[in-house]
C-alpha cells in the first residue's frame, strides 16, 4: 500500500523549534516533489513549503520563509520540515503531499487537492506556553 506518514509534531513553546518527517512506503520519493501544508482549525489549508524531487528547488510562504527549512533525504525516501522561532499562529496539523514529476519538475504550494496524488493524515503542531 502506498502511503505518506507524518511524525515529528507535539506541543513546544513560543520560539522553540520541531522536525517534521514524512516517510513514503510504497512510492519512491524521488519521483515526486513534496509539499508540506498545514490547516489550524477554521482556516483553509495552505501550503508552506515545497521542494524539487531533486532537492535543488524550494518555495516558502512568506509567513515562514527565514524560520522553516524543507529538506529531503532521497535515500531514506524521507521529506522534513525544519521549524524555528515558532509562533502560536503556527498552531495547526501539518500535512505532506507528493505531486508526481510527470505533472512538472517544479515544486507548488497550490493547495488544491486534485493537483496532488498521494496525501499524509498529518501531525499537530501545537505552539503555546
Known amino acids: 500500500q502506498s502511503q505518506l506518514m507524518e511524525s515529528g509534531g507535539g506541543l513546544v513553546e513560543p520560539g522553540g523549534s520541531l522536525r517534521l518527517s514524512c516517510a513514503a512506503s510504497?512510492?519512491?520519493?524521488?519521483?515526486?516533489?513534496i509539499t508540506w501544508f498545514r490547516q489550524a482549525p477554521g482556516k483553509e489549508h495552505e501550503g508552506v513549503a515545497c521542494?524539487?524531487?531533486?532537492?535543488?528547488?524550494?518555495v516558502y510562504v512568506d509567513s515562514v520563509k527565514g524560520r522553516f527549512t524543507i529538506s529531503r533525504d532521497n535515500p531514506k525516501n524521507t521529506v522534513y520540515l525544519q521549524m524555528d522561532g515558532l509562533k502560536p499562529e503556527d498552531t495547526a496539523t501539518y500535512y505532506c503531499?507528493?505531486?508526481?514529476?510527470?505533472?512538472?519538475?517544479?515544486?507548488?504550494?497550490?493547495?488544491?487537492?486534485?493537483?496532488?496524488?498521494?496525501w499524509g493524515k498529518g501531525t499537530l503542531v501545537t505552539v503555546s506556553s
Open positions: 503531499a507528493a505531486r508526481s514529476t510527470l505533472r512538472g519538475t517544479r515544486c507548488t504550494t497550490e493547495p488544491h487537492k486534485v493537483n496532488y496524488d498521494y
Open positions: 521542494i524539487s524531487s531533486r532537492g535543488d528547488g524550494t
Open positions: 510504497g512510492i519512491t520519493l524521488y519521483y515526486f516533489t
